[in-house]
């Protein structure tokens, strides 16, 4: 099974083609040998304009989050909208007032929501000045939001004649993060399978060998997930491990993504007989989700005498693995995911892979491809 990796449409992408071989099966009248092939796939855009069912305006009235609600220039504002149209123009959002006011266009998600930073700058008009983010919606109907906010100013100076003498000034301090791109790549994963065979590379998988009219008793059975398809009597499970899809998100956006897999084609084996297909249904994940770098440190100051500062390098609890389902060539199924407002940095999802053998086909090699997708 050969997936191939795409990346969604207007996002800036270091040049890589990530092609994984999912799982060839080789059948023999004895022995169920699963391996995974070699097979180079397209990479072709994907996104919302290929889901018609994405064309949904939500029925709730849009709303935008501003954090937090007063700042002073150059200080950043994060704002987070929801319920706008998914499948019309980008949301802008800016301040009311100001000569002239910031203002920042968000990209929209599929849920309808979005999120990023405006910048305050020494335009935007000091006092109550709240921010308004408008859409233009796929009917050329006008959404808006707003979120109250005001402008502050520190004080550049200080005179007093109390004793004791209390006095203070303020400075405004930052700096600007720029984002750069979102990627998707393959890394080996070497856990053995049921019977001791490892991935032979980053884009081949290997299942452990299994053997046709095998009960529940075989040792390729016990695994918790696998206990509906062993339990169908002469039906064997050949287990794998899907290789570590590694998303490492840049962008500085955070409108959150999602990873899914979709079969394109059931395991086809040699053309005797008239049972020479295992259906890509028969494949079932148990995706797993953790973060590409849990800690890091980067060393401030002279070098003489460096202080360093440390701290979590990416967001665990912004992740999430996707349910366990079987594959099918229908529709796609969630590997990870991170929801809009979270989801920067990267993030390492793979799967516990159970494919279902049938004791009627020949025996054989199969095989099918599967895509993988961040959108």
Same mark, same amino acid.
């Given at each position: ?15 890589? =083609? ?31 304009? *290929?889901?018609?069912? =994405? ?13 937090? @609600?007063? =700042? ?51 335009? *935007? ?59 998707? +790549? ?14 032979? @590379?980053?884009?081949?998988? =290997? ?15 016990? @695994? ?25 998100? *840049? ?29 890509? +249904? ?15 440190? #980067? ?57 279902? #053998? ?12 599967? +895509?993988?997708?961040?959108?």
């Amino acid at each position: 099974m050969t997936s191939r990796r795409h990346r969604p449409p207007g996002r800036a992408h270091r040049p890589a =083609a990530a092609v994984l071989t999912l799982a060839v099966l080789t059948l023999a009248s004895t022995a169920c040998l699963g391996i995974l092939g070699g097979g180079a796939g397209a990479v072709t855009p994907r996104g919302l304009a *290929d889901n018609p069912s =994405a064309r949904l305006v939500a029925t709730s009235p849009p709303t935008v989050i501003a954090s937090p @609600t007063t =700042a002073s220039a150059p200080d950043a504002v994060t704002l987070s909208v929801a319920n706008f149209d998914p499948t019309g123009s980008s949301v802008t959002c800016h301040f009311t007032s100001g000569s002239p006011a910031t203002s920042r266009r968000l990209r929209v998600a599929h849920t309808g929501a979005a999120s990023g930073t405006i910048p305050l700058t020494p335009t *935007d008009a000091v006092g109550t000045n709240p921010i308004v983010c408008t859409q233009t919606s796929h009917t050329d109907a006008v959404l808006t939001a707003s979120a109250a906010f005001a402008v502050t100013t520190v004080e550049p100076t200080c005179s007093v004649s109390t004793t004791p003498p209390t006095c203070g000034v303020g400075q405004v301090v930052g700096t600007r993060v720029n984002g750069t791109d979102l990627t998707l +790549d393959e890394v080996l994963n070497s856990t053995p399978n049921a019977t001791g065979g490892v991935n032979p @590379t980053s884009q081949n998988v =290997a299942f452990s060998k299994v053997t046709l009219g095998n009960q529940a008793t075989d040792p390729a059975c016990r @695994t918790p997930h696998a206990t509906g398809i062993c339990s169908t009597d002469g039906f064997v499970a050949a287990n794998a491990h899907l290789n570590t899809v590694v998303v490492d998100n *840049d962008l500085g956006d955070l409108a959150g993504w999602d990873v899914t897999g979709q079969m394109t084609s059931d395991f086809e084996g040699p053309t005797v007989g008239r049972d020479h297909t295992i259906p890509a +249904d028969y494949l079932t994940w148990v995706p797993r989700v953790s973060p590409e770098s849990t800690h890091s440190c #980067v060393s401030l100051g002279p070098t003489t005498a460096p202080v360093q500062a440390c701290g979590p390098s990416d967001v665990a609890s912004e992740v999430s693995a996707g349910p366990i389902q079987t594959l099918s060539t229908s529709r796609p199924a969630v590997l990870c995911q991170a929801a809009p407002g979270g989801g920067g940095g990267g993030t390492k999802c793979t799967a516990e892979l159970v494919l279902a #053998v049938p004791p009627y086909v020949v025996a054989g090699r199969y095989t099918a491809t599967i +895509d993988i997708v961040v959108s």
